[in-house]
């Protein structure tokens, strides 16, 4: 489990306590639920390619495959006086076939540009790094500064494999 202050990724005054970033489990399922609720609706359309509301279906798939070394959802918590809060997810999974690793992400809101998706970018590419896969990709809206900034401070770079909608970014990680 990662864990970081929360001083280092929040703005001061802002709140306190720790962000952890760890695997989910099926005990997950309704606060990530919860969790997919409370996004606005453009950071939920950003997050699924489209507009969702089936949220418990949603949060089910999330951790339907929790402990298959190929399939991992990490998830960033709040951790404040005794309570944790879902504030960020990412999906990672692998395609034997095509030998990488596709992923998707989102950040709560109120906690978006304060360096929590990067942490949890960070940490998927740890696990998809200890377990051999050599190459991590990532589908978004070619619209999306939010995510091509995020990719692109993180090491990604454009396929080209995209179209006049989607941006197609990947990054090859060191073994
Ligand atoms: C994309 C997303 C996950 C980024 O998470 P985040 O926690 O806000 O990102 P970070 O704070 O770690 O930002 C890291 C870098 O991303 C870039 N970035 C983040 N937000 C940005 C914005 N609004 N404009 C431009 N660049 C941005 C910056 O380079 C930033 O580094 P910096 O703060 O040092 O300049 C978040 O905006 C989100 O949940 N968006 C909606 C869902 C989505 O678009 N998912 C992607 C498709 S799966």
């Known amino acids: 489990m990662s864990r970081l202050s929360l001083d280092a990724v929040v703005e001061p005054n802002e709140t306190s306590g720790a962000v952890c970033i760890r695997a989910a489990n099926a005990s997950d399922v309704e606060s990530l639920s919860i969790y997919f609720t409370r996004l606005s609706a453009t950071t939920r359309n950003r997050r699924f390619m489209g507009a969702r509301t089936d949220f418990a279906v949603l949060a089910a798939e999330c ?44 950040v709560a809101d109120v906690f978006q540009r304060k360096g929590v998706g990067f942490q949890m970018i960070t940490a998927m590419e740890q696990h998809a790094s200890h377990r051999g896969h050599e190459m991590i990709a990532a589908e978004t809206a070619r619209a999306n500064a939010e995510m091509r900034g995020l990719a692109k401070k993180a090491g990604f770079e454009d396929t080209g494999l995209g179209d006049w909608q989607s941006v197609h970014l990947a990054k090859r990680l060191m073994r």
């Not at 692998?94 to 030998?99: I, P, Q, V």
């Open 63 to 106: 951790v339907a495959r929790a402990g298959h070394p190929d399939h991992l959802t990490l998830l960033a918590e709040l951790r404040q006086e005794g309570r944790s809060t879902i504030i960020g997810e990412t999906l990672y999974a692998y395609d034997t076939a095509a030998r990488h690793g596709d992923f998707a992400i989102s």
